[in-house]
């Protein structure tokens, strides 16, 4: 038996998520004793593959060929799927990505498996169940999963599970499953990125603003203040319907659910619809002048004040620090 764990990566570098991921799943494989095969696809080079043995796997499967180049939802599941079978996993698990919240409920309905998608914690033993503590209603509540099939498919959300070092190293073997044409039957032709700054639902910090900045053109100290800190931007629903910001950067229960260490909430209210996108992060700071704003009830740590007074003084603190 094995814990199969996929792991993504952008232009041959494996993600944070990735590295996630193969932690998780070597602390799964050792509460059932199994040993961990991470899958890549995609052109990823040896010393990336090596490293995923530091963090836990045994054996990598590389899968590289120019068809895979680029995520194909259908066919990165048939592989997975393949993987799977051919290594007598029992437990599946994945980053609860973007790509990764297609692949899983794909994987699982092939496999007949359960499926526990955004795991926030280790899961728990109950027989030959396992239990998974999972973000549910957009991150107002906790759900406990039973998974109660053979196979179990686990999508852990990304800045969940820290990663970890393991005194593993991995054999990288070169895997070639058959793919039907089928699959293919949606190519992505090309990804062209909408910016090249650090991707909103995998940052570890994110500095995000509302309409209490007035006006697009008061951006520049939030992006200096994401700059210092090596953070995401991001913004409310109103800021970007008002073209204030790209929608990219939209946050909330009808725009990107972000889990980060520390996400700075900056002239933003708190409403509900903005909560939910953002109860997840570990550390939450706001910045608002009005002390009766109803974010300050979800925040650790609070400064009531102008945001035009205080976000300056904050970027002379920390370049100073
Ligand atoms: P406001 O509510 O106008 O708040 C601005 C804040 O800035 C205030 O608290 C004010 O005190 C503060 N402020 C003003 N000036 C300053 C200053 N100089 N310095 C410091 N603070 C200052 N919203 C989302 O964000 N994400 C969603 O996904 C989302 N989905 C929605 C879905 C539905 C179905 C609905 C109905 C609404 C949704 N909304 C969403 C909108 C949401 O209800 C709020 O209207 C929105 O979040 C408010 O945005 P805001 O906090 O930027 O603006």
Known sequence: MSILVYVENTDGQFKKSAFEAVSYAKAVA????????????????????????KYGASKVLNVN????????????????????????????????????????????????AALADGAIELPSATGENLQVKTGAFSGKAFAFVELTSTIKVIALNPNSFEVKEAETSATIENYSPSIDAED?????????????????????????????????????????????????????????????????????????????????????????????GVSASKTIVVINKDPEAPFFKVADYGIVGDAFDVIPKLIVALKAY
């Open 184 to 276: 293919f039957s949606t190519i992505v032709k090309d990804i062209i990125r909408a910016t090249d700054k650090i991707s909103l639902p995998e940052a570890d910090i994110v500095v995000s603003a509302g309409r209490g900045l007035k006006g697009p053109e008061n951006w520049g100290m939030i992006e200096e203040l994401a700059d210092v800190l090596g953070a995401a931007t991001a913004c409310s629903k109103p800021v970007s319907d008002a073209g204030w910001r790209p929608h990219s950067e939209h946050v909330g229960q009808t725009g990107i659910a972000v889990s980060p260490n520390l996400y700075i909430a900056i002239g933003i209210s708190g409403a509900i619809q903005h909560l939910a």
């Open 65 to 112: 060929t120019e068809q895979l180049k680029s995520f194909v939802n259908q066919a990165y599941a048939a592989i997975i799927v393949d993987a799977a079978k051919s290594n007598d996993a029992s437990v599946l698990i994945l980053s609860n990505s973007f790509s990764g919240k297609g692949l899983a409920p794909r994987v699982a309905a092939k496999l007949n």
């Open 30 to 53: 050792d509460q059932s004793g199994n040993q961990v095969v991470a899958l890549s696809i995609g052109n990823v080079e040896d010393a990336q593959l090596t490293l995923l043995g």
